[in-house]
């Protein structure tokens, strides 16, 4: 656990604290004395300041307004990248326990901070020497507001311990994390929470002929790995399961078609499906939801070997599809070709893949969302987009027309793994496609998964992004 929060029912003196309110005359004056009432005025009348510092020596007092001209989701989110906002400074003056109370109208607020402080608190320092002069000081957060339940501050613990794991997960080298170990990690995961594990060997992936995920292991010293992750309640509420699928290159160098100039450093992050589909499956367990939730995880690193798979390969995958390669660091989909088509043994309600697949998803819409398509139908697309709005990792659907499958057309085999110059993102989706045969949606999550600079809660590295978004889902489902 990284940021401990709690429900609290008072705040003793010293206390710090964070006061919430939604506008300057709903200001409880009782509160405040007459020199800090006219502190707040003017900084909020003359300067336009919406986050206020009282210091009091032995008390930092932090007076937050909150904006609500925007859309609901968007105020929400305001608040949790206050969150990040306040971190700073709490961490500058040392402090570790703070306390947030509520005078706003809305109980949701509250939570928003708590996540927003949590999510920003955190750090990877398994790699530094210094780690306790490196450490934050913030260690725990307190709710002091009546509207919220110890239940409600648990189940948001979990998830947000769940999508730390995964940046940690996403954080980590190949140099530690390849493969087998990925596999481990998960298997420790489902251990602490509950979903249960099995991962197949290398024999066992040939064995089921996973021509996709064999050909982009083949430069690897290490062996490839597939993960099963399950949790599944007695009385679950969906009959057919629901099939999370993660991309997990643990590393691409892009292969022969190596990575040129800039981009290759950060190809650690290549997992971050894989990531978001355990860290689910933990919050998922945590929380004890009511649905039946399979995750699958292919895993490998893609690299350049003597006995390494080339362009202009033919390779069989595991549904019995043929795939010329023609670039070979248009891996992702090869691999997940090979676990969507294995999902189809579940009899899957619904199955939704996560991947960095495309650069081109990251070109079009930047770090600001999941580009999304697939075949489900509107009610579980618009279920998705909401939950997206709620946690604010929004979709963006991409035309799925039909005309960018003829782009993947193969002279020598079905289908090749290369579409043209445009719509980059649609042709990696349609190359999918060649692999479904039940509801499902594919994310492309290359953009947010992993970020240069800080972006409010979203720290620098490894977002977790899709583990609060499938959490979301997850639970509307299982109502
Ligand atoms: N892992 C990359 C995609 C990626 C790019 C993820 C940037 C995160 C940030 C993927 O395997 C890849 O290399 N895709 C190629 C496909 C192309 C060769 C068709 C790409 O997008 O350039
Ligand atoms: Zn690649
Ligand atoms: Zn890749």
Known sequence: MFTTIHKSK??????????????????????????????????????????????????????LLIDEKKEKHATVETVRAKGATILASIKSQKIAEINILNHSSEKLY????????????????KY???????????????????????????ELQHVIDATLFSRDLVNEPVSFLSAPQLSKEIEK????????????????????????????NKGSVQPPTFTILEWKPKNASNKKPIVLVGKGVVYDTGGYNIKVGTGMETMKCDMAGAAAVAGTL??????????????????????VDSKAYVAGDVITMHSGKTVEVLNTDAEGRLILGDALSYAKKYNPELVIDLATLTGAAMAAIGKYGIVAMGNADDKIKNKLKESGNVVYERLAEFPFWEEYGDLIKSDIAEIKNLGGPYGGAITAGKFLEH??????????????????ANDAYRTKGGT???VRLLYHFLKNNSK
Do not use: C
């Not at 020199?35 to 007076?63: A, G, H, P, S, W």
């Not at 306790?132 to 501050?153: F, R």
């Open 110 to 125: 509250s939570l928003a901070l708590a996540e927003g402080l949590a999510l920003a608190n955190y750090q990877f320092l």
């Open 282 to 303: 933990y919050a998922v367990a945590k929380n004890k939801l009511n649905v039946h939730v399979i995750g699958l995880i292919p895993a490998t690193d893609n690299r």
């Open 464 to 466: 977790g992004t899709g």
């Open 128 to 154: 530094k020497t210094t780690k306790a002069k490196s450490a934050t000081s913030l260690k725990k957060v307190n709710i002091l507001d009546a509207d919220v339940s110890e239940g409600q501050i648990t």
């Open 435 to 452: 692999f479904v045969d039940y509801p499902w949606m594919h994310f492309d999550i290359a953009g947010p998964a992993f970020l240069e």
């Open 10 to 63: 008072k705040i003793n003196e010293s206390g710090h604290a964070i006061y919430l309110f939604s506008s300057l005359k709903s200001i409880n004056t009782k509160l405040f004395s007459k020199d800090e009432l006219e502190y707040i005025k003017t900084q909020v009348e003359k300067n336009e300041q919406k986050t206020i510092l009282i210091n009091r020596l032995k008390q930092q007092v932090f007076v």
């Open 189 to 216: 995961l489902g251990k602490q929470s509950g979903f249960k594990v099995e991962v197949l060997s290398k024999a066992k992936i040939e064995a089921l002929k996973m021509g996709g995920l064999l050909a982009v």
